[in-house]
């Protein structure tokens, strides 16, 4: 089974940045056989898709992130990353990394890396 860790997550002020990452363990380029994706949770929310993409390279993006947030991996690296700028204090959240598999999330999730966006 793939372990999937998230790191990089941090608290900045609104408009900051910040890149996430997903390291991927085993000796598989395991983002070069299944599509992944970045999820995030909020506080009393559910959790959410925020960005994926797919074997080939293809992404797609929530409507709350598009044109803020990218979604990229090195595969010869195992890792995908989320780079995320002009960050609002709404994209506090824990981020998870996931596969997706059958367009679902594979089932159980790592610890997740968390965002805290504030002045």
């Known amino acids: 089974q793939v372990q999937l860790v998230e790191s990089g997550g941090g608290s900045v002020q609104p408009g900051g940045s910040l890149r996430l990452s997903c390291a991927a363990s085993?000796?598989?380029?395991?983002?070069?056989?299944?599509?992944a994706g970045w999820y995030r949770q909020a506080p009393g929310k559910q959790r959410e898709l925020v960005a994926s993409i797919s074997r080939l390279g293809a992404t797609n993006y929530a409507d709350s992130v598009k044109g803020r947030f990218t979604i990229s991996k090195d595969i010869t690296k195992r890792t995908m990353f989320l780079q995320m700028n002009s960050l609002k204090p709404e994209d506090t959240a824990v981020y998870y990394c996931n596969l997706i598999q059958d367009g679902s999330p594979r089932d159980g999730w790592g610890q997740g890396t968390q965002v805290t966006v504030s002045s």
């Open positions: 085993g000796p598989r380029s395991i983002f070069s056989i299944t599509a």
